[in-house]
């Protein structure tokens, strides 16, 4: 079956650094990887999605990298803020509207 | 753009009672609308996925019956949680894609069920 792996331990981070955070996964091929953000008791917010033909994505101080021979994205942050700190969800998709299939999330801590 | 609303953010229920959500696309038309749930500390889990004027596709294990989901307009999608238990208690959300994007959703700002 499907599986999706990110870090369960939270990642913490000092302000002005990169945060880096992992999502592996199995059993999948997908066209198009995708991260959002999630604030405590809200809804996740879309950050940027990654399509298999492309290595690296970048927007602002965010970027994503795409490896399908790993089967891995990596989602970095950099010059992090506090403000930075939720938790980051990675969704691997296919093409259409199919449904997404979340990982756990990872979540990150910048202190200032 | 590609705002979504829910209502209500929060609902405090007694068990055996029926509670509707709804979940609106502001400024876009939604072709498809998702509703999950998410537990305490966990992942979001899909519940259904839903297309404007057709009935839903549940994922395994979600009882439709349980869970009636209308997608009457392109805007507007709607869950209810029929005779409500304490294990029903959970926060849910919705989202939507739009025509012509690129798979990417868009999250509601969720709704916290409580039941007694």
């Known amino acids: 079956s499907q599986k999706i792996e990110q870090n369960s331990e939270a990642l913490n981070i000092q302000e002005g650094k990169t945060a880096t955070l992992t999502c592996n996964y199995t059993?999948?091929?997908?066209?198009?990887l995708q991260w959002y953000r999630q604030d405590p008791g809200r809804g996740p917010v879309f950050l940027l999605l990654i399509r298999e033909n492309e290595k690296e994505k970048r927007k602002e101080r965010l970027k994503v990298t795409f490896d399908t021979t790993l089967k891995q994205s990596l989602f970095h942050i950099t010059a992090s803020q506090p403000a930075d700190s939720a938790t980051y969800l990675c969704a691997p998709s296919n093409t259409g509207f199919q449904k997404l299939v979340f990982g756990t999330g990872t979540r990150l801590l910048v202190s200032p | 753009g590609a705002v979504v609303s829910q209502h209500p953010s929060w609902v405090i229920c007694k068990s055996g009672t029926s509670v509707k959500i709804e979940c609106r696309s502001l400024?876009?038309?939604?072709?498809?609308m998702f509703w999950y749930r998410q537990f305490p500390k966990q992942s979001l889990m899909l519940m259904a996925t839903s297309n404007e004027g057709s009935k839903a596709t549940y994922e395994q294990g979600v009882e439709k019956d349980k869970f009636l989901i209308n997608h009457a307009s392109l805007t507007l999608s709607t869950l209810t949680v029929t005779s409500a238990h304490p294990e029903d208690s959970s926060f849910y959300i919705c989202s939507a894609s739009r025509a012509g994007g690129e798979n990417e959703q868009f999250f509601g700002p969720g709704t916290r069920l409580t039941v007694l």
């Open positions: 400024d876009f038309q939604a072709t498809t």
């Open positions: 059993n999948y091929s997908p066209a198009y």
